[in-house]
């Protein structure tokens, strides 16, 4: 099930709570259902489906299957090869800016 049948069954099953409200001291616990399964609808409609295959890695473009990998756009290899050519590039900057004087030692 992906996350637009899950919204649908979720819609579904507050119609049908809905429909259970009689405007008497019974009907809290519907309406906390109906609360739950709103914010249920919400965090579902904000988040990416697992299973969608058009989440590809910005990188190489392979599909990205973890939760994790989605929200940062790429897989751990990908990552760790990411990562590593930032600190050298930012590295390398900070040597060259360094031997031009233009970055001062503690302040100085």
């Avoid at 489906?49 to 973890?66: A, F, Q």
């Avoid at 290899?77 to 031009?100: G, M, P």
Wanted: charged share 30%; glycine share 4%; aromatic share 8%.
């Amino acid at each position: 099930m992906n996350n637009i049948k899950a919204i649908q069954q979720l819609e579904d099953l507050k119609r049908d709570r809905l429909s259970f409200i009689n405007n008497n001291e019974l009907d809290s616990v519907f309406l906390d259902d109906i609360k739950a399964i709103s914010l249920a609808i919400k965090a579902l409609e904000k988040c990416p489906s697992i299973k969608d295959s058009s989440y590809n890695c910005r990188l190489c473009g392979k599909e990205l299957r973890t939760w994790r990998s989605i929200q940062k756009g790429f897989g751990p290899v990908c990552e760790h090869r990411y990562l590593n050519d930032v600190y050298k590039n930012q590295q390398i900057t900070f040597d060259i800016l360094q031997k031009k004087g233009e970055v001062k030692e503690n302040g100085k």
